[in-house]
């Protein structure tokens, strides 16, 4: 039994695998780590690993502390992947960009794969179906959208989540829900049909915390799964296992 942790920019996200299902999965802030990882490690006394995808700025000595109990992994750029890199930095690309690659090729063999994570960023990732990485996309995510329009005009209030009524916002209100909502949709609509145009055989795989959300908005069919990226530090882990 592993315990997978995914702290990314604004939540942390765990869960607990046994083999490759998940036993219960976790969402909390970085104020409240240490805490909540002693909670999960007394409710599943059989985690043997922890293992941790970082992009956050949480201290890893937090994580570190708990090496006297059970073995602590940080996914990092030396550990194998499945996929050739072509990023033109790979040592700047994200570890939470390199677990999700490794996910799609692990667990959708054969074809081309396009991963959107909708978090505080959304990223896009295509790794082709010859398992070569070759890059992507990052753009603000759905919440940073509403701060940063509020943080750097004089009027533009901070508003909540909602659903547009229309795309045609008749109020300021209206108009900031569109064009956060509205643009962002449009953008993965346009994104996911330029994939598709250059490539036939391909799997869209959309997770973030936006996910649920953003998915039944979408033009295009997609499935969301949230639980993407702690199943692929999974599969990333046991991938490692299997090769080091
Ligand atoms: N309780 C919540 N707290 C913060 N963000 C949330 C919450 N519920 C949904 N969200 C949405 O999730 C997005 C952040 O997604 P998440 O996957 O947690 O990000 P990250 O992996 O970058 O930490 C935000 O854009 C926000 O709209
Ligand atoms: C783009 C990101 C900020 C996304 O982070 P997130 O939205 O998951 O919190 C992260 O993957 C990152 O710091 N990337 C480094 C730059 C790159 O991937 O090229
Ligand atoms: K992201």
New binding site residues.
């Given amino acids: 039994m592993i315990v997978t942790v995914d702290v990314?920019?604004?939540r942390i996200k765990a869960a607990v695998f046994e083999g490759d299902t998940i036993l219960q999965r976790f969402v909390f802030d970085k104020t409240a780590l240490e805490k909540n990882i002693k909670n999960i490690l007394e409710k599943f006394g059989a985690i043997v690993c922890l293992v941790v995808s970082s992009?956050?700025d949480v201290e890893k000595n937090t994580f570190l502390a708990f090496e006297k109990k059970l073995k602590v992994h940080f996914v990092s750029h030396q550990d194998v992947f499945p996929f050739i890199n072509n990023y033109e930095t790979p040592k700047?690309?994200?570890i939470?960009?390199m677990v999700l690659a490794a996910g799609a090729t692990l667990l959708y063999p054969n074809q081309n794969r396009l991963i959107i994570?909708a978090?505080?960023?959304v990223?896009y990732d295509f790794v082709d179906e010859n398992n070569v990485y070759q890059g992507g996309a990052?753009s603000p995510?759905m919440r940073l959208r509403y701060e940063s329009m509020h943080n750097f005009t004089a009027k533009l209030p901070l508003l909540t989540l909602e659903s547009p009524e229309s795309y045609v916002g008749k109020s300021t209100t209206q108009a900031i829900h569109s064009g956060v909502v509205n643009g962002l949709v449009y953008e993965i609509d346009g994104f996911i049909d330029e994939y598709k145009a250059a490539c036939k055989n391909i799997i869209i795989i959309l997770t973030g915390g936006d996910a649920d959300f953003l998915a039944k908005r979408l033009k295009n069919t997609i499935f969301a799964n949230s639980n993407f990226l702690l199943e692929s530090l999974n599969q990333t882990f046991q991938y490692k296992i299997k090769n080091d």
Avoid: F, P, W
């Fill in positions: 990314g920019n604004t992009v956050g700047t690309l994200g939470d960009r994570d978090g505080t960023c990223t990052i995510g």
